[in-house]
C-alpha cells in the first residue's frame, strides 16, 4: 500500500513540475516577444527561436492549429493551439495581437509558433 501512495505521489509531483516548467517558459517567451515587436517581413529573416510579437489580422483558416496571418508587410503560417483560441474565435479578417517564437524549417517556410494572443477590436 505504501508503495502504490509513493508511486502516485512521484506521479503527482512529476506532472505538476512539467507543467510550472512550461509555464514559466511561456512567460519568459512571452515577455521577451513584448519588448521585439516585428514585421511579418522581419519575422521571416529572423533566427529560429526569436520571441516576436506580431500585429495584424487572421486571414484564413489552414487545418489543425495552423491559421494565415498577414499584415502590411506579407504573410505567414502561425499555430495557435486550441487552449489560446479557437477556430470560431479566429475568422477571417479578426484582426489580433500574437506573441510567439519564430520556426524555421529546412524543407517548408518559417512559421510562428504561438505562445499568447490577444483578440484586438
Known sequence: MIKIVKIIVTG?????????????NDQKLI????????TVAQAIKAKDETAVTLTGKITRYIK?????FKDSTGTINVEIDDDL????QLKPGTKVRIMGEVDTHRYKPTDIDVAKIEILC
Open 12 to 24: 503527482l509531483i512529476s506532472v505538476l513540475s512539467t507543467q510550472i516548467f512550461a509555464d514559466t
Open 85 to 88: 483560441a479557437t477556430p470560431s
Open 31 to 38: 515577455n521577451a516577444a513584448i519588448k521585439n515587436k516585428v
Open 64 to 68: 489543425s492549429d495552423y491559421y494565415e
